[in-house]
């Protein structure tokens, strides 16, 4: 299996999800992501059994639980890196990955069908 056809894996099934999916070319930039994935809000808004619940398997506020629950279905960003089975990330990747990930971004490496489906839950 090569990178392209995890590349059109992925397209395909953030697309079935409604998402959106970019192509990046980063200017000035190594070791970044190849691809933003975009996702919409999923799920419906919980109920205050939901929420009841959450809170009492947690042992959290209820503040916190609605807060958990609705990040749950809030629209999802991520950044991905797509490597060939088997292909680590080389390390001005990994070095990049990490100062977006300091800085609040959710980035993903990803080298297979199963992988973009993990990502994509």
Not at 53 to 70: F, P, Q, S, T, V
Not at 78 to 90: D, M
Request: charge should be positive; hydrophobic fraction near 40%; proline fraction near 6%.
């Amino acid at each position: 299996m090569r990178e392209s056809d995890i590349e059109n894996y992925l397209v395909a099934r953030v697309k079935a999800l409604g998402g959106e999916v970019r192509k990046v070319k980063w200017i000035g930039r190594r070791g970044a992501p190849d691809r933003i994935v975009m996702l919409p809000a999923r799920g419906k808004c919980p109920t205050a059994a939901e929420v009841l619940r959450y809170r009492d398997e947690h042992c959290c506020r209820m503040e916190d639980a609605k807060r958990a629950l609705d990040q749950r279905r809030a629209p999802l960003t991520v950044w991905v890196e797509l490597k060939a089975p088997g292909v680590p990330p080389e390390a001005h990747q990994v070095r990049e990955h990490e100062r977006m990930r300091a800085a609040g971004q959710y980035v993903e490496v990803v080298d297979s069908f199963s992988r973009v489906d993990e990502v994509l839950a």
